[in-house]
């Protein structure tokens, strides 16, 4: 997620490519690659998980993948300033008996200089929906 040219402070157009990049990295469902956005230190709260550090990220998205199958997300700025931004997200996945889910939310991201997370603020509701209903592809 950290490319020449996306770090803070930014601007309209440097966001926007930011927010991209993180859908872009989050769909490929790879804790691996997904966690090397973030700082070695970086603080997560996701619903009502607290999460400190990369191994503590990279060991929840494991759980989070392993449960949420078929995941597939979009993201949206919501607003920025300097090294802050505002995102709406919403993603579509199923669980292991079948059961379609879109989960809403939003995230608050703050990040280092270098351009790398160090702090993510998530609220996420989900919503049980039938797979005719997907918008999400």
Do not use: C
């Not at 859908?23 to 469902?29: C, G, I, K, P, V």
């Not at 550090?53 to 199958?69: D, H, S, T, V, Y």
């Not at 300097?82 to 059961?99: I, K, L, P």
């Not at 995230?107 to 200089?113: G, I, K, R, V």
């Amino acid at each position: 997620m950290v490319t020449p040219g996306i770090i803070p402070p930014f601007t309209e157009e440097s966001a926007l490519a930011k927010v991209q990049m993180a859908e872009d990295l989050w769909n490929t469902r790879d804790p691996e690659r997904v966690v090397l956005a973030y700082t070695e230190d970086a603080e997560w709260r996701n619903r009502a998980e607290f999460l400190k550090g990369r191994e503590e990220i990279r060991a929840f998205l494991r759980r989070k993948w392993a449960r949420e199958l078929d995941y597939r997300l979009k993201k949206t700025l919501w607003g920025f300033r300097q090294n802050r931004m505002a995102v709406t997200f919403e993603y579509e996945w199923h669980d292991a008996t079948g059961q379609w889910y879109r989960s809403y939310g939003v995230e608050l991201w703050e990040f280092n200089q270098a351009g790398l997370m160090q702090r993510r603020v998530a609220s996420i509701n989900d919503a049980p929906i039938e797979e005719k209903e997907r918008r999400i592809g």
